[in-house]
């Protein structure tokens, strides 16, 4: 059965998003896009994709964003598209297993959303967890809020 285990947040992240038209039915392209990641040695914690764009976050960049490493990618990626860069960011991550089937449970949770600018959503592949990324200066906030209405509150007397 479907169950929410908890909700956290990691700070401290970047959304990175390349977009081109020039994935539109190009085999192979993702290879071009995670390629640099992997020479630069930069690990990708979360994925998105759609027709033109891919959007990944990091959350440790070797060097930090004026290093070696970051200018690397940079300059790897923008010969593949416009790169858009926006930190710092938090992912707000809910925990559990099935989640894809306890969507419509999600459905009062996501209420903690309005007024929140969601910048990417990210489901794992392993149905156990679900994450959005948003401003950090709204992660606690969301945190707290979908803790509240998806996990169950248990324990004994």
Known sequence: PTAFCGVVSQSGCMLLTLTTLEMWGASGFLFKCFEPFHAHSISI??????????????????????????????????????????QPVSCVTVVGRKI?????????????????DV????????????????????????VEVLHKELVPVTGGD
């Open 45 to 86: 914690d979360h994925v998105a994709t759609s027709q033109s764009g891919v959007s990944v976050t990091l959350s440790y960049v070797p060097g930090g964003v004026s290093g070696d490493a970051f200018q690397g990618l940079m300059e790897s990626l923008e010969k593949l598209g416009d790169v858009e860069i926006i």
């Open 100 to 116: 894809r089937n306890g969507l419509p449970a999600l459905g009062q949770g996501f209420l903690a959303f309005k007024g929140v």
């Open 119 to 142: 910048l990417m959503v990210s489901a794992s592949s392993e149905d156990v967890a679900m994450s959005f990324v948003v401003r950090e200066d709204k992660a606690q906030e969301l």
